[in-house]
């Protein structure tokens, strides 16, 4: 089908073969590696038993994929552009399915722990690919569906790696999990042969210094967020990790500003719609991955739920969110890109003040509404930014740029859990602290910890320690309500940052 036939389809919102096969390859893609993020948070707990994991051990089994993912992503986009997006994509696929074989055939700690870093490398070589794929395969400005329906998987592929991994894990080992992933990574490699090649139409450089020092950059920063909730703030490890990070990136800085081809054109940054696209990016996905983090703690260690059924609970969150992506790519035509995304950071805003009001005795419902709302203003908000960045970037550079969206998502996240795990320990801390004394020397260091630590003492020591109990759960709600204000806080005033954005999309003063 020619360019111009795609763009009668595009015009009366008809895709072509061709595009339903790039959106629903490229979508299915990018599903899979998201979902890896969270597909091991239920399964920890079997993993620790079969494999002796600690603690730290168990917690780097998840993080090992993040770092590996958020440190090569910008690269891995830039090597799309180059050498050919399709091309990237599979091989990132082909290493993703080879890296979750790996825990099939060898259990011990060491070999998980490389395998989700191993695996991680090959999301970062899918993520930006399967983004600049589906804008490559449709005429300028008629992507917006499509780019719609990618935000929306990259958005909820999360809750579908939880719920898949709990439904898995009711029937098999924890070890079916790296299976079912594995398949689906060579089934997608497969299917990728069938797409069109799609790489930069101009001659591109390699920056070897930009692509180390923003893999330094990234790579210091992300594990020091990761790294905080064990160490603390203070931590001489932590503070070099975020001093490396900043004289990392200020050396990535001077080096992209010099050379005559750089990894990123920082000064895309400049522009309303790519900065502001970005800095939304950045602030969606920092209230995600930290509501997440209290949300299934409330609805376990407060309501009782199960891994699975607390997965399931927040299963609806992903029904808004991709319904509405569908939808405010419309939007964003119609009303421009700053309104649908000022009225999602509103929307977001409200539900988690509301989640402020919530107590052990509110129910699933006075969940699930709250939720739903922040799910609601995600979808109005993903899509519209993800487009932002997109059209405000030249077509050759589209694989970088993917990479920057992309990479804003994990930082993002990283700097949500960080932010949330700090604000719930500190506020937990403030109302079990004065009561520690009082404690036999064995319980103080569980019960100071966290309040599933001292939910499982208090189910040892039987109805006695009942008082306890009760004194930690108002602990971590006080943390709860503290965190959800904080986040609802941040939401607000991110729409200062969204009236920087352009009216609309933007092609025809893009630079490369």
Known sequence: MSLSTEAADTSTGRWSWAQVRTVFIACAAVGVVVASMAALYTALPPIAVATGANQTQSAWIIDGYTLALACLVLPAGALGDRYGRRRVMIAGLVIFA???????????????????????????????????????????????????????????????????????????SWQS???????????????????????????????????????????????????????????????????????????????????????????????????????????????????????????????????????????????????LSAVSPHLAMRYGLRWPTAAGLLVIAAGLGMMTRLQPSSGYLAVLVPLCIVSAGLGLTAAPATTSIMTDTALDAHGVAAAVNDAAREIGAAIGIALAGTVLAAGYRTVISPVLPQLPEAARAPVSHSLAATTELAHRAGPSAQPLLELARTGFLDGFHHTTLVLAIISAAALALVFWAPGRPRGTDRQD
């Open 98 to 172: 080879a890296a979750s074989m790996i825990p099939v055939v060898n259990s011990t700690v060491t070999a998980l722990i490389t395998a989700r870093a191993i695996g991680g490398v090959g999301a970062a070589l899918v993520m930006p690919s399967t983004l600049s794929l589906i804008t490559a395969g449709f005429p300028e400005g008629g992507a917006g569906r499509a780019i719609g329906a990618w935000a929306g998987l990259a958005g909820s592929g999360g809750l579908f790696g939880l719920v898949g991994s709990g439904l898995l894990l009711h029937w098999w």
């Open 177 to 323: 999990i790296f299976v079912a992933l594995a398949v689906l990574a060579a089934v997608l490699a497969a299917a990728g042969f069938a797409l069109t090649e799609s790489r930069s139409t101009i001659p591109t450089g390699w920056d070897p210094f930009g692509a180390l020092t923003v893999i330094a950059t990234v790579g210091l920063l992300v594990w020091a967020l990761i790294a905080v909730g064990d160490r603390g703030w203070s931590d001489p490890y932590i503070l070099c990790g975020f001093t490396g990070a900043v004289l990392a990136g200020a050396a990535f800085i001077a080096i992209e500003l010099r050379t005559s081809r750089p990894l990123l054109n920082l000064r895309l940054f400049a522009r309303r719609g790519f900065g502001s696209g970005a800095a939304s990016i950045t602030v969606q996905f920092l209230v995600t991955f930290g509501m997440f983090l209290i949300v299934v703690q409330y609805l376990q260690l407060i309501l009782g739920y199960s891994p699975l059924r607390a997965a399931v609970a927040i299963l609806p969150m992903g029904a808004a969110l991709i319904g």
